[in-house]
């Protein structure tokens, strides 16, 4: 059982590596966890969902050089963010603010849930009522017993 946990660990190990280089990295610790944390609130333009921190894309890596030359400059961690944001829209927060230009980005997923639990629940209410149906009448059961009957005649035959 350790050995399969210990595989396990180790598969899951190359996941956890940062994309940062070492010629990327400052010298100093404090400005350098500044721009790791900043960098893990900026998304990569040309990936699926993935922060610059982590992204091995040459775009990330450029991000990831802004920001840490803003903060070299002296600019506060918003500072930066905002400078970024300037130049790559909202699309580059991954947590983008709530304000009229993204609500979409926000409500999207919601009303798409509703979209889909309304269809759902039409569907299945129309298969319900399409399966219900009344008890037969005297006069059609009577039909039905006739046509039985005639089906059963010219069985015969």
Do not use: H
Not at 89 to 107: H, N, Q, R, S
Not at 116 to 127: A, D, H, T
């Amino acid at each position: 059982m350790r050995q399969l946990i210990f595989a396990f660990c180790i598969g899951l190990f190359p996941f956890a590596a940062n994309a940062v280089e070492p010629d990327e990295m400052l010298s100093d610790p404090v400005l350098e966890q500044r721009a790791r944390e900043i960098s893990k609130d900026l998304r990569c333009v040309v990936c699926q969902n993935q922060d610059i921190d982590s992204s091995n894309a040459g775009v990330a890596r450029d991000l990831r050089l802004l920001v840490r030359e803003r903060l070299v400059t002296g600019d506060a961690d918003t500072e930066v963010i905002e400078y970024i944001r300037a130049r790559y829209g909202d699309y580059v927060l991954l947590k983008p603010p709530l304000e009229p230009a993204t609500y979409a980005l926000w409500f999207a997923p919601i009303a798409f849930v509703l979209i889909g639990v309304f269809v759902g629940g039409g569907v299945l209410m129309s298969r319900r009522k399409q399966e219900a149906f009344e008890d037969l009448g005297s006069e059609d059961e009577n039909t039905v017993s006739e046509i039985l009957r005639r089906n059963e005649a010219g069985d015969a035959s």
